[in-house]
T-cell receptor
Framework: AQKVTQAQTEISVVEKEDVTLDCVYETRDTTYYLFWYKQPPSGELVFLIRRNSFDEQNEISGRYSWNFQKSTSSFNFTITASQVVDSAVYFC???????????FGAGTTVTVRA | SQTIHQWPATLVQPVGSPLSLECTVE??????LYWYRQAAGRGLQLLFY??????ISSEVPQNLSASRPQDRQFILSSKKLLLSDSGFYLC???????????FGPGTRLTVT
């Protein structure tokens, strides 16, 4: 069975601050995918990134960056120079590469104040 | 490109009334389809998933049911709604090659 833990329930920052969201996972599978999703106040979940378990290269996309460390079973997400539009709930998720179902973390609510 | 539609966007129903939520996907064939529920301020709970027409797997026993009458249509139903059925219902699809799921805009259901 898979388990995803997002220990941070809520994070509040002032605009332009950096914010890092933690994600720790448990799985017995040797190959798997990790994901991050954003859920803005409108409610729709927006896919942000997928990372394969065999690819530990960190990734940067604009102000977003992801740090995947297999040794510590973590897949952390950093928003640099946060903006009010980054206010949302962010979910980390995991699936074995041969499975159909995602295991989601409980989510972290990020509030960026102007 | 692929798109996923859900309707209605919002729904207010009395306890004991029936429910039918519809989800359709465009631009892909033979997708895996999913129904999730999100209670207010909570995480995502997988309710049903389907890997093909007429194939439904239930994750949580409850008074809801799902059907997949066509390849890209997924329907969530109930014969008699309970107060506890209130929540935000999200439909999602995933390609057969696996990986990420893509979500619809959701239906906000309030049972009164």
């Amino acid at each position: 069975a898979q388990k995803v833990t997002q220990a941070q329930t809520e994070i509040s920052v002032v605009e332009k601050e950096d914010v890092t969201l933690d994600c720790v996972y448990e799985t017995r599978d040797t190959t798997y995918y990790l994901f991050w999703y954003k859920q803005p106040p409108s409610g729709e979940l927006v896919f942000l990134i997928r990372r394969n378990s065999f690819d530990e290269q960190n990734e940067i996309s604009g102000r977003y960056s992801w740090n995947f460390q297999k040794s510590t079973s973590s897949f952390n997400f950093t928003i640099t120079a946060s903006q009010v539009v980054d206010s949302a709930v962010y979910f980390c998720a995991l699936t074995p590469s041969n499975d159909y179902k995602l295991s989601f973390g409980a989510g972290t609510t990020v509030t960026v104040r102007a | 490109s692929q798109t996923i539609h859900q309707w209605p966007a919002t729904l207010v129903q009395p306890v004991g009334s029936p429910l039918s939520l519809e989800c359709t996907v465009e631009g892909t064939s033979n997708p895996n389809l999913y129904w999730y529920r999100q209670a207010a301020g909570r995480g995502l709970q997988l309710l049903f998933y389907s890997v093909g027409i007429g194939q439904i797997s239930s994750e949580v026993p409850q008074n809801l049911s799902a059907s997949r009458p066509q390849d890209r249509q997924f329907i969530l139903s109930s014969k008699k709604l309970l107060l506890s059925d209130s929540g935000f219902y999200l439909c999602a699809w995933m390609g057969k090659r696996g990986g990420e799921q893509y979500f619809g805009p959701g239906t906000r259901l309030t049972v009164t």
